[in-house]
């Protein structure tokens, strides 16, 4: 069975900090899907970004880079200069091929103060 | 573009009453999920709805049920409700089953109370 430790359960940074958010995944299959969600104070989840298992390329998104490594089973998050509006829950997640259902992490909460 | 609606934001029930949520997807996805995000349980996957039927079920007891209509909206329904089913419950919608990379967009969630 599949399983995601996101080791992190709350981090507190003030802002302008750099802060890397931790995933560590498990599965035997060879062909997957990892995902980082944000879940903001309001509730609702919000789609951040989706990795394959054949593509090892780590992607930036403005202040927003992810970290993909197969060696070590992990896709680490990194807020670059975190602000305030980053504070929230941030789940990572794990799909399998043919199977559309996600199994997340515990989630992380960070904490940007001013 | 409209996102993932769901129904009611906030439901009360006393232990033992019958709770039903609802969900209307993004125009245009077949898929509905529903997870729970219980307190200190994180998110678990509940049930995958797709094109009318049932794809797959999470480690929930049979009293968690649900069912998707020909517009692709879709109801969970809780019987028998126990104090640990309070939590939030998201629904989710995809563009369709498969393949399992389709991101999915979550809704606001219904927060069930149960007392």
């Known amino acids: 069975a599949q399983k995601v430790t996101q080791a992190q359960t709350e981090i507190s940074v003030v802002e302008k900090e750099d802060v890397t958010l931790d995933c560590v995944y498990e599965t035997r299959d060879t062909t997957y899907y990892l995902f980082w969600y944000k879940q903001p104070p309001s509730g609702e989840l919000v789609f951040l970004i989706r990795?394959?298992?054949?593509?090892?390329q780590n992607e930036i998104s403005g202040r927003y880079s992810w970290n993909f490594q197969k060696s070590t089973s992990s896709f680490n998050f990194t807020i670059t200069a975190s602000q305030v509006v980053d504070s929230a829950v941030y789940f990572c997640?794990?799909?399998?091929?043919?199977?559309?259902?996600?199994?997340f992490g515990k989630g992380t909460m960070l904490l940007v103060s001013p | 573009e409209a996102g993932v609606t769901q129904s009611p934001t906030h439901l009360i029930k006393t232990r033992g009453q019958q709770a039903t949520l609802r969900c209307s997807p993004i125009?245009?996805?077949?898929?509905v999920y529903w997870y729970q995000q219980a307190l200190g349980l994180g998110l678990q996957f509940l049930l995958w709805y797709d094109e009318g039927e049932e794809r797959n079920r999470g480690n929930f007891p049979p009293r968690f049920s649900g069912r998707q209509f020909p517009n692709y909206s879709s109801e969970l329904n809780v019987n028998a409700l126990e104090l640990e089913d309070s939590a939030l419950y998201l629904c989710a919608s995809s563009l369709r089953s498969a393949p399992a990379y389709n991101e999915q967009f979550f809704g606001p969630g219904t927060r069930l109370t149960v007392l």
């Open positions: 997640a794990l799909s399998l091929s043919g199977y559309s259902t996600l199994t």
């Open positions: 125009s245009g996805h077949t898929s």
């Open positions: 990795r394959n298992s054949f593509d090892e």
